[in-house]
């Protein structure tokens, strides 16, 4: 059996001893899970260079992982379900989605011990066990992160194993040094620090045209404040300067992979050590039928690679999710597998690992590659139910639509009978940012967008989505029907159509233009998944679509929010980078905004603006919250929304009139 330890760190009582309903209190088990695999077992055999781990006396290759049980003090109140909580970049992200709880910002500050905000408390009623566990070799070294440490990949002789390695910098500011990586995480070294075939290019759109920094003007390693260099192989640094906004795509030799992929089997065997036990390693908590995996925007990405590679069977050739949530990963999977790969990468200009999109096979006409995301679980008949949700946001980066169209973008096409899809209408890639602020929280730290950030949390149709999974696959009651927006019913569209509309709407400040996914020629190893054509050469684009909108600039198709339903402003998926953060030209990543309408009259008037204000839409505020409560049921009957929900939507809509047609805001 794969997991063969457990060692608690701590064990502590959450939420100040509070019940949860009939359930009771709930308390986190804070623990270091071992395992020890077998790689010539098949359920290991995709993963990337699990041959060339090292292995011990009986022929296992051994990792460990960091883990956090929630779970009912009273264990005869666990209701036999669940979740895995897919944390990303070792931060927890069921629990702040499911149960709109906070989430501390973690830095290497933060005790190992920060408190776990159980929120409203939904999973805690319906008695979930909540499991995170940790999957990622290069997260940062934070002792609260959820974080994995395995081996590293070495040759037959056992030296360090070296390659290429492909990733894009940008700063909100100027600067002299980049760290080789993405978010603070742990970088790829250099090989050499003199390498003359390194190389940088500078664009200033992600699929625009490239210009050559000169070898002479950058070099590995750091310069101090006082302007003195230090040699350092997980740093660039330019004397020069980097410029703010601008995009660096550096190629160079990197030494040590580790093998990275053993994230699937750690996250795998967690949950089958959960629902089976072992010999060696009994359950901790017993009678757990039933699994759920939760991933959101980079944890969302991993989920799709994990159906893509089917992960799902143990080495025992048992299921161990029943079902998957993958919100906001659009139509990527990532690097989550590749030698060399990196697993906080999230540009779909960056990546190999797009096509295929979709959950039934499909050939792209232009490189007649032939596939389907869901190819090898289909092929053994796996009863696995799948739900894929996105935001506004993912259809701006121009690959979200890529899940239900053609790769032309030129017609539609129907999912698989265990698969759906949603789109949440209007919203960014996050749940919102209140109060209103141009300068919205990204991934680490604030950059500053052209229009108010977008305001719309959507955690209350995602909470919807996994009761409508949990009764899928326990009583085999279908889900509501995918939703989203389609060519033939004309709610999908080019994104240059909507210029139409917001070009009249002043402020708007809607994008020139979209960086558009194309096909990249990579060249891939079929073993491994590392390129061999670095950077890539550049091809046709995709046939990525937006959703149309309204003539208040609101979206028309997807699930819409009560809010977005019964509006007072216009809430986007897109937004420009501001000039004081660089790139003004480009989409601020993940981020999307509000528009506001005129509270009066004469406000719309003296804007010019075509829309109608508040006070033309509403005769009161009370008016306006019984069309939002009418809006919200109309959902429940749906079951888009929760019954339980319908007043938070109310709740927030109210706040949204008072600050829209308060004079001061």
Known sequence: ????????????????????????????????????????????SRITDVNLAPI?????????????????????????????????????????NFNRGTRPLIDENTPIDVEVDLGDGLLMEKGYVVVACGWQVDAPPFDALITMRGPEALN?????????????????????????????????????????????????????????????????GRIDDAGDYHPDPGYVCSEKGFEKGRLYQAVYTAVGAPVIGLSFAALRDCVSW?????????????????????????????????????????????????GFIANVAGGMRGEFNQRFGQNSKDRNNMMHQLFPFASIEQTDPETEDTGSLHGRL????????????????????VDASLLHTDPDGRRDIHQGSNTRVYH?????????????????????????????????????LLRACLINMDAWVTEGKEPPASEHPEIEKETLVHPSSLQAVFSKIPGSNY??????????????????????????????????????????????????????AVPVAAHTGWTLRHPDVGGDKQLLVFAGGTIPFSATQSQRLSAGDPRLSIEERYSSKDDYLDQVKEAAEELVESRYLLPEDVEVSVSLASRMWDWFTDSDS
Do not use: C
């Open 1 to 44: 059996m794969p997991a063969t330890k457990f060692e608690t760190t701590f064990r502590r009582v959450l939420a100040d001893g509070k019940h949860f309903g009939d359930v009771g209190q709930y308390e986190e088990i804070r623990g270091v899970l071992s395992f020890q695999i077998d790689p010539e077992n098949e359920a290991n």
């Open 56 to 96: 011990n006396q009986d022929g296992f290759v051994e990792f460990e992982s960091d883990i956090s049980l929630i779970l009912p003090v009273d264990k005869t109140k666990v209701s036999g379900k669940l979740l895995l909580d897919v944390v990303n970049r070792g931060n927890r992200v069921g629990l702040p």
């Open 156 to 220: 037959p002789d056992g030296s360090r194993l070296e390659g290429k390695v492909y990733m894009q910098l940008q700063s909100p500011e100027d600067t002299h040094n980049f760290l080789l990586s993405d978010k603070g995480h742990k970088a790829y070294e250099a090989a050499d620090m003199y390498e003359p075939s390194a190389l940088i290019e500078i664009r200033d759109m992600p699929d625009g045209p490239a210009e050559s920094m000169a070898r002479d003007d950058w070099k590995f």
């Open 274 to 322: 959960i629902k089976n036990g072992s010999p060696h390693l009994e359950s901790p908590v017993g009678e757990i039928d039933t699994a759920y995996a939760y991933g959101r925007s980079q944890t969302g990405r991993f989920l799709r690679t994990f159906a893509y590679n089917d992960f799902n069977l143990d080495e025992a050739g048992r299921e161990t999710l029943d």
């Open 378 to 397: 289909d092929g053994r008949g796996s009863n696995l139910k799948i739900m894929y949700t996105n935001t506004s946001a993912e259809y701006h980066r």
């Open 424 to 460: 949440f209408a209007g919203t960014e890639h996050g749940i919102g940012v209140w109060p209103p602020t141009d300068n919205g929280f990204i991934v680490e730290g604030a950059e500053r967008s052209q229009n108010i950030r977008s305001i719309i949390d959507y955690t209350p």
């Open 511 to 564: 994008p020139e233009r979209h960086a558009t996914p194309r096909r990249r020629e990579f060249s891939p190893s079929d073993g491994n998944e590392h390129p061999s054509i670095l950077p890539p050469e550049i091809g046709k684009e995709f046939g990525g679509l937006v959703p149309a909108v309204n003539s208040d600039g609101n979206e028309v198709g997807g699930i819409i929010a009560p809010e977005i």
